[in-house]
């Protein structure tokens, strides 16, 4: 009987830890960024919307790119108003010195 206990113990335990190690990364920027993107009521795991708000940084001045961008995630069922919070987000958090050209 002890072992069936263990073993169930040790999986969630697993589980557990593979579904936390992406937040144990995160950085402040990350939080920022969940927190804005979180009150514009986007939703979605933390790793994605991370990289989506690294993407509006990297994708800035890249035309084609911006606009593949915008279509990814508008086809996923963010309004134009939520891509515009995520994308002002994403500044703010991972590349502020761009937001002074959003204006």
Known sequence: MIRPINAVTGAVLTAV??????????TT??????????AAGIQGPPDEL???????CDNYANGPAQIAQ???LSNQGISGKQVSAMTVAGFRAYCP???ASLH
């Open 17 to 26: 830890s593979v579904f936390c190690i992406p937040l144990a990364h995160a």
């Open 29 to 38: 920027q990350d939080d920022q960024f969940l927190r804005e993107v979180a």
């Open 50 to 56: 991370i990289a989506d708000g690294h993407a509006a």
């Open 70 to 72: 915008l279509v990814t």
């Open 97 to 99: 010195d761009k937001l």
